[in-house]
């Protein structure tokens, strides 16, 4: 997959939002983010963290941050080297 983003910060905010949405935005995002870019994914879904992010983290090849914030909330980081 051939990825030629330009964008070097992005904040995606996909709480209230259900599967696929949070999934299909990080992928958009992930494909606009510029090589040394970082992707800030906030969401309060868990499924997104346990198969979105995983998935999301394969298909682009990255190592996510992942930070439980606590009350069902979290921040994954993933960085574009």
């Not at 964008?7 to 090589?35: H, N, S, W």
């Not at 990255?62 to 606590?70: A, F, K, N, Q, Y």
């Amino acid at each position: 997959m051939a990825v030629s983003g330009t964008q070097t910060r992005i904040v995606l905010d996909t709480t209230g939002l259900v599967c696929p949405y949070p999934f299909l935005r990080a992928t958009k995002a992930l494909e606009d983010l510029a090589v040394g870019g970082e992707l800030e994914l906030v969401t309060d879904n868990e499924a997104t963290v346990n198969s979105s992010v995983p998935a999301l983290a394969r298909r682009f090849q990255l190592v996510p941050e992942i930070r439980d914030e606590g009350s069902g909330r979290w921040r994954v980081v993933f960085r574009r080297p």
